[in-house]
């Protein structure tokens, strides 16, 4: 079918202006023109006409930090052993919620083996070809170091050498990239030295793959930054040094402030001592303030920032991406960055060049919202239509 998507605004989030009275031609979800309504061609005449007058277009979003197979809220941690059948229903309910607020692109930073293989690899080969899901890039499973995850829920390593091979096998079993775990008992310790990081690097490199790192502590991501990551996520602390190094590599950043501004709600809808005591509501206040200074201190840097909600293996849902987007706003981006970090720096993070773009050629993947979302990040929970 050819469509004629009409009159409406278009927001590339490349810069804060949007683009006024355009219409998209859409044949077989293709995008094959773009452009303002008077120079509409002629192909267009025999197209079904979409009024889109006041509204938004907006490219599928891409959520930087995606757990699929798991299904968020104040007892996440607990879900990861449900029964594997029950977590690929949640996969699907997490794919629908996503779709139809606007997210086309899942990056998967680690799911629990089952049967000795990522359960989110099997939701990805599954969805492949699907126009109601979005795409999928996913991990294996998250890579610790011996003792510091429990030992269900990912592939544990002793030394560098089973590090290196525990890169190897998550290869084999498909993985789109590599997640490394850099959170250790010792806060102010890496499990893993810079050293033996850039081994499980290398190792990934050689087979053309990246490695990313969960790091929610200062040694931690210097371990990952140093050892040649491509990206940390979360960086709930940085500083100065650390964000140059950043820049002066590429590396990016995937904040999830998102989470925790869920756990600031659960204060007032649940009575679980880590949310609504006294001492977890102190502790939340010291890491969210930690947080958001880091995401401030990188945005001015010059690091590269990617949205991502942590949904599923985090509190947050798979449709909360406009929430992510407000935090990161808070936290010092303009708004059209914002939005750029949940489209066009997704896409580049991911090294897909279509995500989070409009293009000639390209496919479908947007959305269409009542507001402005380059000045206006709210805006984003007004979807009126999927593409």
Not at 52 to 72: E, F, K, Q, R, W
Not at 146 to 173: C, H, K
Not at 230 to 237: L, T
Not at 250 to 277: H, K, N, Q
Request: glycine residues 10%; aromatic residues 6%.
């Amino acid at each position: 079918m050819t469509k004629l998507y009409r009159n409406a605004a278009i927001a590339e989030a490349i810069g804060p202006e949007l683009l006024l009275d355009q219409s998209v031609l859409v044949d077989d979800r293709k995008i094959v023109w773009m452009g303002p309504d008077d120079d509409t061609p002629e192909a267009a005449a025999k197209a079904v006409v979409v009024d889109a007058g006041g509204a938004t277009i907006v490219p599928g979003m891409v959520d930087a930090h995606s757990h699929i197979v798991l299904p968020g809220g104040s007892h996440w941690i607990d879900r990861i052993d449900d029964p594997t059948d029950d977590l690929l229903q949640v996969a699907e309910e997490n794919g629908e919620l996503a779709h139809r607020a606007g997210t086309a692109w899942f990056r998967d930073v680690g799911s629990p083996p089952r049967d000795g293989k990522a359960l989110a690899l099997r939701v990805r080969d599954a969805w492949e070809g699907r126009t109601d899901r979005p795409y999928v890039r996913a991990a294996g499973a998250w890579i610790s170091k011996v003792g510091v995850l429990p030992s269900t829920i990912d592939v544990e390593a002793r030394d560098a050498d089973e590090l290196v091979a525990a890169v190897e096998q998550q290869l084999d079993d498909g993985a789109d990239l590599i997640k490394l775990y850099l959170d250790g008992p010792d806060p102010d310790t890496a499990p893993w030295t810079a050293g033996e990081v850039e081994r499980a690097v290398q190792a990934a490199a050689k087979r053309g793959v990246t490695v990313t790192a969960h790091a929610t502590r200062l040694e931690g991501a210097r371990s990952g930054v140093l050892g040649g990551v491509d990206c940390i996520e979360h960086g709930s602390v940085l500083d100065a040094d650390l964000a140059a190094e950043m820049v002066k590599r590429g590396t990016f950043l995937v904040p999830t402030l998102g989470v925790m501004a869920s756990w600031e709600t659960f204060a007032a809808t649940t009575t679980m001592e880590r949310f609504a005591g006294a001492a977890g509501k102190a502790a939340l206040a010291a890491r969210n303030t930690a947080a958001f200074e880091s995401v401030g201190l990188a945005r001015r840097a010059g690091v590269r920032i990617a949205a991502g909600t942590d949904f599923g293996g985090g509190s947050l849902r798979a449709n909360q991406m406009a929430w992510e987007i407000e935090c990161l706003v808070s936290a010092g981006l303009e708004p059209w960055e914002a939005l750029g970090a949940a489209t066009v720096t997704g896409g580049e993070l991911l090294r897909e060049p279509g995500a989070g773009k409009l293009q000639i050629g390209g496919p479908a993947d947007f959305f269409l919202v009542h507001g402005n979302p380059l000045d206006d990040p709210s805006a984003l929970w007004r979807v009126w239509k999927i593409a």
